[in-house]
């Protein structure tokens, strides 16, 4: 699946040919899209699908320098990482590159102590809505209505707003991109690499293997998330929200594709009863008015 982004085709490529990643991966189209928009990346990245699609040493597929860490120390090791190079004064772009879980539940201790120092970190998370890597566990960001393993009779909870506890850190830049908007996520990644400061890039990236998809139709499933107002596009620089153009006109019930044309394309979705799909319809609107209330 290529993307096609003028200055992406200058760039070397992040991702080389026969990694591990399965067709239709929405990872790796986030993984190539914002990597390459970077100045010398150094990538930090936690155990996920990530550090497996890499494949094995050393027919490593990863044409930047990587290191893979633990969960519990992403963004500490990318702090020591920055200062380091920041100290020996070498122009770098030190990285987290993390999983759903590895944000919104297993390293948010490690990325909210680096969010607090203000440390000189992109920290990317590409959403795919679950645990993929260890066979589709529910995440904190697992929408309500979802199957998952742990969750047969699909998520009772609703999904975390990880953008919401991000902003209370008061960091310079945080947005959300898809990539279903290629173009869109590349200017927000060029842009965040310009300002000093952590700065976090949550992204959808549909995932059909665990989310029982069609992989062909994985970056149709990035605009409908955002046409159905399930994912709305922003920015928040110095702690002042902006709907992205493309997006913001979903802020509007009435503008919106219906989330049903979204949930019918995933069979996950398949344990969803009315009275859920009201609640869910719910958490959408209640999303909105809660970034609206950040501008
Ligand atoms: C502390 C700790 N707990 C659990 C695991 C097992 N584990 C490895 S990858 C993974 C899932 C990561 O999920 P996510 O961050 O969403 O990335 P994805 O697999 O979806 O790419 C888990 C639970 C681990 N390696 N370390
Ligand atoms: S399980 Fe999902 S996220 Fe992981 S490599 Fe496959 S498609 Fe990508």
């Known amino acids: 699946m290529n993307v096609k982004i003028p200055e992406m085709m200058d760039r070397p490529e992040v991702l080389l040919r026969g990694n591990f990643a399965c067709a239709g991966c929405g990872l790796s189209i986030a993984y190539k899209t914002a990597i390459s928009a970077l100045n010398r990346p150094i990538v930090v990245i936690p155990a996920c699908c990530s550090s497996v699609i890499q494949s094995l040493h050393p027919n490593v597929t990863y044409n930047v320098p990587t290191l893979n860490i633990a969960f519990a120390a992403h963004a500490s090791a990318a702090s020591g990482i920055a200062r380091a190079k920041k100290m020996r004064g070498e122009d770098t772009t030190t990285v987290v590159w993390s999983g759903d879980g590895g944000t919104f539940d297993i390293g948010i201790a490690t990325w909210?102590?680096?969010?607090?120092?203000?440390?000189?970190?992109?920290?990317?998370?590409?959403?795919?809505?679950?645990?993929?890597?260890?066979?589709?566990?529910?995440?904190?960001?697992?929408?309500?209505?979802a199957v998952t393993t742990t969750t047969p009779g699909g998520k009772k909870e609703k999904r975390k707003s990880i953008t919401r506890i991000m902003a209370a850190h008061d960091i310079p830049y945080?947005?959300?991109?898809?990539?279903?908007?290629?173009?869109?996520?590349?200017?927000?990644?060029?842009?965040?690499?310009?300002?000093?400061?952590y700065r976090f890039i949550l992204i959808d990236a549909p995932c059909p293997t665990g989310w029982n998809s069609d992989p062909a139709i994985t970056p149709e499933l990035g605009e409908l998330a955002v046409k159905t107002?399930?994912?709305?596009?922003?920015?928040?620089?110095?702690?002042?929200?902006?709907?992205?153009?493309?997006?913001g006109r979903y802020r509007d019930p009435e503008n919106?594709?219906?989330?049903?044309?979204?949930?019918?394309?995933?069979?996950?979705?398949?344990?969803?009863?009315?009275?859920?799909?009201?609640v869910v319809k719910e958490d959408i609107q209640h999303e909105w008015d809660q970034l609206a209330k950040l501008e």
């Open 112 to 145: 909210s102590g680096a969010a607090e120092r203000n440390e000189n970190i992109i920290h990317f998370c590409y959403d795919n809505n679950f645990y993929s890597n260890t066979g589709a566990q529910r995440s904190g960001a697992t929408p309500r209505g």
């Open 174 to 197: 945080i947005a959300t991109a898809s990539i279903g908007y290629p173009r869109d996520l590349y200017t927000k990644v060029k842009k965040a690499s310009l300002i000093e400061g």
């Open 229 to 247: 107002g399930y994912f709305p596009l922003f920015e928040i620089e110095d702690g002042k929200l902006t709907f992205t153009k493309r997006g």
């Open 256 to 278: 919106r594709v219906p989330i049903e044309e979204y949930l019918n394309k995933q069979k996950r979705f398949k344990a969803m009863t009315p009275e859920l799909l009201s």
